[in-house]
Structures are given as C-alpha cells and as structure tokens.
C-alpha cells in the first residue's frame, strides 16, 4: 500500500505564484523525495530530503521535512507553465530494500 | 544525473502476446527496480531487479507473469507475460547508486507505455 499521501490532489495557480504540495507518510523513513512527471513520461527526480534535515533548497523549490509530524512540503515560488505537471512524494521501502513507496501524487496546473 | 534509457517507449500489443522491456543505465548501479503506473494512478513497485539471481517481487506480482532478468550491473529487462488489457499501463526502471555522490536518490528512466488490445 501506498505511505505517501499528497495533498491537495489537484492545484490551479497563475502564473509568479506560489504551489505548496504537501505529503504526510505512516512510518519511520530515512529519507524521503519529491519527483515531477510531465503528461506520463518519466520521473524527474527534484529533491531528496533525509531524516536529519529540515529544509532544503533547489532552485525555486523549497523542501521541508517535519518528522515528528511525518509530514513533507514542497513550495514552488514563482511558478511557470513549465512547472505544470504531476508531483509525487516517495519514501523507502521498510522491507524492499532502497525501492520507494510513492504516494497518490497532486497535479500542478499553471496558467499564464 | 544518471541516464536510464527503456526501449521500447511505447508499444501496442495483442491480448495473449508478450512484451520484453529494456532498461539500460549508463554506469553500474547498486540496485535496480521495475514499476508500473496504471492509467491516472501512481507508481507501484512490481520488483527488485537482483544482478545474477532471481528478482525479489512484490505482493500481487509473480515470476511467471513479469519475469525479470538483470545479467550484469547496468542492464535489466522486465517481461510481460500473455498480456490482457489490465496490463495496460506505463512501466519504469529505476537505478539508485548507494555508493556515489546520489546516494539514495533513485533516478528513472522515461517509461514506456504499453497499450493492450
């Protein structure tokens, strides 16, 4: 089953403004990540967060990381249609090793 | 970042056949792994690609259905066996190098989307 739940499910934004996407998972994880999917291709893989960081910055994606309240954010400041896609969270696996648990995903909609 | 190519990107089949599916990263990787992601759905991991031994599968996937090979460090292939409709579906490999500079950051290939008539 999936550990990741992201929230909201769908997002609509204008362009220059900020997403926020949010994932909160079950269990103890060592580190989690966020990915981006455009129209059913691959996986970009944007950031990884461990177990000890709190936030982490890439570009204009902030990533924060609250384990106590096992919980994820992902802000995407000034967003672009670019930035238009499907985001996913991913924690590991407990029992598979390094393989990752996904979570439903929140699709991002930036109009100009 | 790492290259992961899959062929076939895309491909449409015939209920009954199957499908061999290519994954081929661009170094040698610690591990590899096999995902589907049904029509709107998020990713499930179908398997553990084990370099010279049998995969490790996940509940509710088998060997005989998606039998899956990984000869060497930088090659995997995942089969899909006597495909049916509810096989439709996008799969990705996955690489992650536990050793390097991306340790723990699990890179995909661009997937490739199967359709079954």
């Known amino acids: 089953s999936q550990q990741g739940e992201e929230d909201p499910q769908a997002l609509s934004i204008q362009e220059g403004e900020n997403a926020t996407m949010n994932c909160s998972y079950k269990?103890?994880?060592?580190?989690l990540q966020w990915y981006r999917q455009n129209s059913g291709r691959g996986l970009v893989h944007l950031i990884l967060?461990?177990?000890?960081?709190r936030e982490k910055h890439s570009g204009r994606l902030r990533v924060t990381l609250d384990t106590s309240k096992k919980s994820s954010s992902l802000l995407i400041t000034a967003s672009r249609a670019a930035d238009t896609a499907s985001y996913f969270c991913?924690?590991?696996?407990?029992?598979?090793?390094?393989?990752?648990?996904f979570g439903k995903g929140t699709s991002l909609l930036v109009t100009p | 970042s790492a290259v992961i190519s899959q062929k076939p990107s895309r491909d449409i089949c015939q209920r009954g056949t199957s499908l061999t599916i290519q994954c081929q990263v661009d170094?040698?990787?610690?591990?590899m792994f096999w995902y589907r992601q049904q029509p709107g759905q998020s990713l499930t991991l179908i398997a553990t690609?084990?370099?010279?031994?049998?995969?490790?599968?996940e509940s509710g996937f088998v060997i005989d259905k998606f039998p899956i090979s990984r000869p060497n460090l930088t090659f995997s292939t995942l089969t899909v066996s006597n495909m049916s409709p509810e096989d439709s579906s996008i799969y990705l490999c996955?690489?992650?190098?536990?050793?390097?500079?991306?340790?723990?950051?699990?890179?995909f290939g661009p997937g490739t989307r199967l359709t079954v008539l």
């Open positions: 690609a084990n370099q010279g031994s049998e995969a490790t599968y």
């Open positions: 996955s690489a992650e190098w536990v050793q390097r500079e991306y340790r723990n950051e699990q890179f």
């Open positions: 991913a924690t590991e696996y407990s029992n598979s090793g390094y393989a990752l648990n």
């Open positions: 269990t103890s994880i060592n580190n």
């Open positions: 170094s040698q990787v610690t591990m």
């Open positions: 967060i461990r177990s000890n960081e």
